[in-house]
């Protein structure tokens, strides 16, 4: 796949709550993950540890509100989407979420994800 298809495919995923299911298909075993500085799993390496991230925000989410993910952007190995999330924690309570999200993409397979938003 190429990055735009990469991309359709990552945002229909995400969009039918297979946000797990698209960890296994579309990244890269060795794929960084990049949060906000300060915040926990700040960067972590391998698609085994993205997936374990990914499960732990899930299981901690106790009711989605809403969410919303815009039209991918597509330039050259890189796309670029923002999400949107209202989600009531089991450790945090309700919060409001919006960041944007960029992801490299390297022989069809999603290579690296970095996700910058405000930190409350």
């Known amino acids: 796949m190429n990055t735009k298809e990469v991309a359709q495919k990552w945002k229909e995923m995400c969009q039918e709550g297979k946000n797990l299911d698209c960890i296994n298909e579309l990244y890269a075993e060795n794929v960084v993950?990049?949060?906000?500085?300060?915040?926990?799993?700040?960067?972590?390496?391998?698609?085994?540890?993205?997936?374990?991230?990914g499960k732990e925000?899930?299981?901690?989410?106790?009711?989605?509100?809403?969410?919303?993910?815009s039209e991918p952007v597509v330039a050259g190995n890189f796309f670029t989407a923002k999400m949107g999330f209202d989600c009531t924690f089991k450790d945090r309570g309700r919060q409001q979420m919006e960041e944007v999200c960029v992801y490299e993409v390297k022989?069809?397979?999603?290579?690296?994800?970095?996700?910058?938003?405000?930190i409350e």
């Open 57 to 69: 925000w899930l299981e901690n989410v106790e009711d989605f509100h809403a969410s919303s993910i």
């Open 107 to 118: 022989d069809g397979k999603i290579a690296s994800e970095q996700y910058f938003y405000t």
């Open 33 to 53: 993950s990049k949060e906000m500085p300060g915040m926990p799993g700040e960067e972590i390496t391998g698609k085994q540890n993205v997936w374990n991230k």
